[in-house]
């Protein structure tokens, strides 16, 4: 759930306080924003959760570059059994 709600929305005197219940909140919901004088300050997330963005993240920029390297000119070829011949 990627809105604050009253459900996961915490304060900075709520970290203070209780870290403990607050990494559990973290745990059951995946996410809490800290909010300081009434402004949003922070996100804590679930480290699974982190983990799964950080792996959507990579697999979007390695197909934006992968794309770019398909429209380049493939340039020589050097058949199979050249290479072979030269590294084995």
């Not at 304060?11 to 300081?36: C, P, Q, S």
């Not at 699974?48 to 697999?59: A, G, K, N, V």
Request: charged fraction near 40%; proline fraction near 5%; avoid cysteine.
């Amino acid at each position: 759930m990627l809105i604050p709600t009253s459900k996961n929305v915490k304060t900075i005197t709520d970290m203070r306080e209780d870290a403990l219940g607050l990494l559990d909140l973290v745990k059951k919901n995946g996410i809490a924003y800290i909010f300081h004088r009434s402004e949003p300050k922070a996100v804590m997330m679930d480290i699974e959760e982190f983990s799964r963005i950080q792996d959507l993240l990579e697999d979007y920029f390695d197909e934006i570059e992968a794309r770019k390297l398909e429209k380049e000119p493939i340039g020589k070829l050097i058949p199979e059994e050249d290479i072979i011949k030269e590294y084995v």
